[in-house]
């Protein structure tokens, strides 16, 4: 399968732990994203990279969130502190930048649960 | 910052009819996208409208970028049931990296 894989799919953790996501884009992909979605919500951008550099972070993320991509291949968020207010889908997606198009390749999301 | 706003929120039609989201943005947009998202996947991208008033068609699907660019619609012909999902519209922000998806147009189609 040669699309967007994110690890785990599912993770229920206990309030005030500490989480970490994993996303692996498609492979020539430059660009690597970051989503939010809850319930009858559209993706909500968290912060995006081009290669390994981290070129944008929404202004509403806590500084418990951060994100990595250090080879500029997979991704990392991790979530520290955790929040029933953070209990919503993870979304990755990737693209290949290039003239005039953007197409977002998603992944199938880790979904997080503090109870 | 920029908002996306998408109408109606639901809606329901019997197959066959057609339907239609519309999209409106706060701010001008050099493209939009439009995405479907089946019950419980995730988003796939559909289209990429870039010119002021462009219309672009995918079968029974027409794309339609506002002259403005600040508006767009997506109409569905004769729907089938296959059509059932929420279609979300996304624009970039003033970084081109970032997109704003709206909330969603949610269909479902009564066979």
């Known amino acids: 399968d040669t699309g967007v894989s994110q690890d785990p799919r599912h993770k229920i953790t206990k309030r005030g732990q500490n989480v970490t996501f994993r996303c692996d884009p498609i492979?020539?992909?430059?660009?690597l994203y970051w989503y939010r979605q809850t319930l009858g919500q559209g993706p909500e951008f968290l912060t995006y990279?081009?290669?390994?550099?981290?070129?944008?972070k929404s202004r509403l993320l806590s500084d418990r969130f951060s994100a990595e991509r250090p080879k500029g291949s997979f991704s990392t968020l991790e979530i520290q502190r955790t929040e029933q207010g953070d209990s919503a889908m993870y979304l990755c997606?990737?693209?290949?930048?290039?003239?005039?198009?953007?197409?977002?390749?998603f992944g199938p999301g880790t979904r997080l649960t503090v109870t | 910052g920029q908002q996306v706003m998408q109408i109606p929120q639901y809606q329901h039609v019997q197959e066959g009819e057609d339907f239609t989201t519309y999209c409106n943005s706060s701010?001008?947009?050099?493209?939009i996208q439009w995405y479907k998202q089946r019950p419980g996947g995730h988003p796939v991208f559909l289209i990429q409208?870039?010119?002021?008033?462009e219309v672009k068609k995918q079968k029974r699907l027409t794309f339609q970028f506002g002259e403005a660019k600040k508006n767009s619609s997506l109409h569905i012909t004769a729907t089938q049931t296959t059509d059932v999902g929420t279609y979300f519209c996304?624009?970039?922000?003033?970084?081109?990296?970032?997109?704003?998806f709206g909330d969603g147009t949610t269909l479902t189609v009564k066979p």
């Open positions: 701010t001008t947009l050099s493209n």
């Open positions: 997606a990737s693209s290949l930048i290039d003239a005039g198009n953007d197409e977002q390749y």
């Open positions: 409208l870039v010119k002021s008033g």
């Open positions: 996304a624009g970039p922000g003033t970084n081109a990296g970032k997109s704003t």
């Open positions: 990279f081009q290669n390994e550099a981290q070129l944008e």
């Open positions: 492979s020539e992909h430059n660009r």
